[in-house]
């Protein structure tokens, strides 16, 4: 089978989000399976200094824009590390930027014409390359405009009205509206503007379009493909969902395991595994003594929870706020890893003064440190309000650092509830976002730690789970061939 995967960011190349993991593991796990994959992204600034020996597929593609005239590609291949090729597409007024999505004043004014530049690049890209998929694997509203295309400017061409789609969607959340005034100002098919094709609320919704003209839909777990067709997760596009759910699937993210793994991690003070777990012990005490909390026997002793997240509503973190100051009464000591709202940063930078000897913020981003994180905490905390995978939760279970979740989204498909399965709980699930059903779950969390033989045993059974990308690769196969039978 030939597979296109087209994304707006893939790591190791460029990378804001979940999305970069997803599109730059699950070509490895396609190909291992025999399948000619390949990936395309947008030469963004920061690929030059990521990738060298970069070879022009072609100097000048012509790539129309409606009103704002006929604009220029240029196309690079290059090779991923595990040997699927990948295709970047340049053009410097939309792309050569030092972020890739906008600044912290807000979005780029012109992303409406940046994503559909990106997708029609793509369809007329296949051409010069003489290499047409049998399926295209879109993800999110950047690339949402390549099912769209194909079945309206593209869909009586023989090249292409024999591709198939299936739509990724990573976070229902953003789903690129933008002005109706698009249609002329980049040329697209006038009719799109319905209500049972892209319309939304007197703007165009790129997501909605993705939904609606792809084959096959998908979501990255199986509970949030469900939670999406209410009214509380569906982002105003539950009905459209709806209409589509016989196509609308789940499939677990995978993790990479190469790259994370406590066996062989380069970053973390001493390496370990579920057969041996004195390396973690080395690796909690480094990192109390790096954070600059107690470093005493009474504080290996206690509970030390870890939390690396985006700091934002979504994430909860407005019920660790609330709850900060019980759990640290109950005994625990706790590190923060990462940025966002401007809110949390003051809150946190705050609490860590109060309570200097329990808690420490980190607020920046550091991957080193986020292994450590795994490695030497002995909970992973994850109260987000919504979560349509996660990954956080899948490596602190490798790394035995168990998890503490709300039970939505992927974190319920992931971590098995140690309070309703003994002899099979990987963590600990409590099913309110409030900061009381929280605090209620870290309790019960705390007092198993103090039973340190079944501790031990939770520990070990959560580094015997399986969530490699091969498990989720044979599932995205199936989908393909369910989606090109009903092309």
Not at 109 to 125: G, K, S
Not at 380 to 407: A, D, H, N, W
Request: overall charge positive.
């Amino acid at each position: 089978m030939k597979i296109l995967l087209v994304s707006s960011e893939v790591y190791p190349y460029a990378k804001v989000g979940g999305l970069a993991d997803v599109v730059g593991s699950l070509p490895f796990a396609l190909s291992k399976l025999g399948h000619d994959v390949r990936v395309v992204m947008p030469k963004y600034k920061e690929v030059e200094d990521k990738i060298v020996g970069l070879e022009k597929v072609d100097d000048l593609l012509k790539i129309y824009m409606g009103n704002s005239g006929i604009m220029e590609a240029k196309i690079y291949e290059g090779i991923m590390s595990q040997g699927v090729p990948i295709y970047f597409i340049e053009n410097n007024q939309y792309f050569y930027r030092d972020q890739i999505y906008g600044t912290k004043e807000g979005d780029y004014p012109d992303n409406a014409h940046r994503f559909t530049f990106f997708p029609r690049a793509i369809l007329m890209m296949l051409r010069k390359l003489e290499w047409f998929p049998n399926v295209i694997h879109c993800n999110d509203f950047h690339t949402a405009l390549v099912p769209v295309l194909l079945k309206t400017e593209f869909k009586d061409n023989p090249l292409y009205n024999r591709i198939a789609t299936i739509f990724t969607i990573h976070n229902l959340a953003y789903q690129g509206i933008f002005s109706r005034d698009l249609l002329d100002e980049v040329g697209l098919d006038k009719n799109l503007y319905s209500i049972d094709k892209m319309e939304y609320w007197g703007k165009l919704n790129f997501m909605k379009g993705g939904i609606i003209f792809s084959e096959k839909i998908n979501t990255v777990s199986p509970t949030y493909s469900k939670e999406i067709l209410t009214p509380e997760y569906g982002c105003g596009l539950d009905g459209v969902l709806r209409t589509r759910e016989k196509d609308l699937f789940g499939i677990i993210n995978g993790i990479d395991y190469t790259q994370w793994n406590p066996e062989t991690d380069r970053s973390i003070k001493k390496r370990y595994s579920n057969k041996n777990l004195k390396g973690k012990i080395k690796c909690k005490k480094a990192l109390l003594i790096e954070q600059g909390l107690k470093s005493s026997r009474l504080s290996m002793q206690a509970p030390l929870i870890g939390i690396i997240s985006r700091l934002a509503d979504q994430k909860g973190l407005d019920l660790v706020e609330k709850a900060m100051e019980k759990i640290i009464n109950l005994g625990a000591n706790l590190i923060i890893l990462g940025t966002g709202n401007a809110y949390y940063h003051k809150v946190f930078e705050k609490m860590s003064y109060k309570f200097k000897e329990n808690f420490k913020v980190n607020l920046k981003f550091d991957s080193k440190l986020a292994r450590k994180i795994y490695a030497g905490c002995d909970m992973f905390l994850m109260p987000s309000r919504f979560e349509p995978c996660g990954l956080g939760q899948m490596i602190s279970l490798k790394y035995g650092t168990i998890p503490i979740v709300r039970k939505t989204g992927g974190l319920a498909d992931t971590v098995i509830n140690c309070d309703k399965h003994i002899g099979r709980g990987t963590g600990f699930v409590f099913k309110e976002a409030s900061s009381k059903d929280m605090l209620s779950a870290t309790k019960r969390a705390i007092g198993v730690f103090k039973d340190k033989k079944r501790w031990d045993r939770i520990v070990r059974r959560a580094m015997e789970q399986d969530f490699s990308w091969d498990n989720s690769a044979k599932e995205y196969v199936k989908l393909y061939n369910e989606a090109i039978s009903s092309k």
